[in-house]
């Protein structure tokens, strides 16, 4: 696993002022993903998925849209992009006066940007996630202690990457049983669907409701600025004429990777997740997100993410660790159904 995160206490403890939120908290694990060398073994963003050599590599047999990418690239040419624009940063930090650049670089840059030929075939699926249920709690079926997440790395009619889950029991799988170099997609949309290989540390945090699933008298009373004025105006000055936003933003649902809590409604209001096949509501099982954080989510960034001396690691700047860019900063939240994990997932693009 990766370093440990700690996220900032909340501002205060929001069931003090309404009572009716505590029986409603739900504990989410945020995963904290930070680039490393991930294993088979371990549970990660992008890494290598312990998958038997036996079992075939799955597909995405549908069509695809060329014309939804800004650029067609191979992943081999998106990792050499990321290799050449992260020495550039860090030459440049020792030497402002440094060239952006080298010649090298420049030309390697200038064949990357040129793109590559449209390829019509079906495409392998791109390894997203892998999560051990030893090292983070998410629902997972008796029989299975492995969550693996892939994806097809192009827009499908829901305007984001199509997902594919697979549930497995660990120890059915031995090490000189798993397939060493599973295929890649020859091409893949933009480079935004290639996820930077990661590692996890996960850190557990209490959720509370999205203020669109509370009722309506509970909803008034977080807009209720005389109720926020009990506490320390140091602690909702800046949403003094908005409370809601201090709920919404601080409050409720944390950012960034994780598994577990609520679902963090934005930009549509909530919508019905009953299991198509048995009715049961489904739950959040996984947040694949763009970003850490945002300009409105500045209290839940990790204390050890804090500005500190040195190049940015590669993504800190704005909390995009991973890589993954999901319709221009979105989250992509798949639920399951909590009866059978193995009945349709959801996804919902947030």
Request: proline share 14%.
């Amino acid at each position: 696993m990766n370093a440990t995160f700690t996220t900032p206490p909340r501002p205060f403890d929001v069931t003090v002022l309404f009572s009716q939120l505590a029986p409603l908290a739900r504990t989410a694990t945020r995963l904290h993903p930070r680039p490393g060398s991930p294993t088979v073994h371990d549970s990660s963003v992008g890494g290598p998925l312990l998958w038997p050599v036996d079992e075939p590599w799955p597909y995405c047999e549908e069509p695809h849209d060329r014309r939804a990418a800004l650029r067609i690239n191979s992943p081999d040419d998106i990792r050499l992009q990321r290799r050449v624009l992260a020495a550039a940063a860090a030459r440049l930090h020792l030497d402002p006066e440094a060239p952006e650049q080298t010649p090298e670089e420049q030309e390697a840059l200038d064949l990357i940007r040129a793109g590559w030929p449209w390829f019509d075939g079906p495409i392998p699926l791109v390894p997203v996630a892998q999560l051990y249920a030893r090292d983070m709690p998410f629902p997972c079926p008796p029989d299975a202690d492995l969550l693996q997440v892939l994806w097809c790395p192009f827009d499908h009619e829901t305007a984001h990457p199509k997902t594919a889950l697979f549930w497995r029991s660990s120890a059915t799988v031995t090490v000189t049983d798993v397939l060493d170099t599973p295929p890649e997609p020859p091409i893949v949309q933009d480079g935004w669907y290639l996820p930077e290989p990661c590692l996890f540390a996960p850190e557990q945090v209490t959720e509370f409701p999205h203020p669109m699933e509370l009722d309506k008298e509970l909803r008034d009373q977080l807009n209720d600025r005389s109720r926020w004025e009990t506490i320390d105006p140091a602690q909702y000055n800046a949403y003094a004429y908005d409370p809601g936003e201090l709920y919404l933003n601080n409050l409720c649902t944390a950012p960034g990777w994780k598994t577990g809590g609520w679902t963090r409604w934005s930009p549509t209001d909530p919508v019905d997740r009953t299991c198509p096949e048995c009715g049961t509501e489904a739950v959040p099982l996984l947040t694949i997100a763009s970003s850490e954080w945002d300009g409105g989510s500045a209290t839940w960034i990790a204390e050890e993410d804090q500005p500190t001396p040195g190049p940015p690691p590669l993504g800190a700047r704005d909390g995009d660790f991973t890589l993954i860019d999901i319709t221009g900063g979105n989250n992509l939240q798949l639920h399951v159904c909590p009866s059978s994990p193995y009945h349709p997932h959801f996804e919902l693009l947030q």
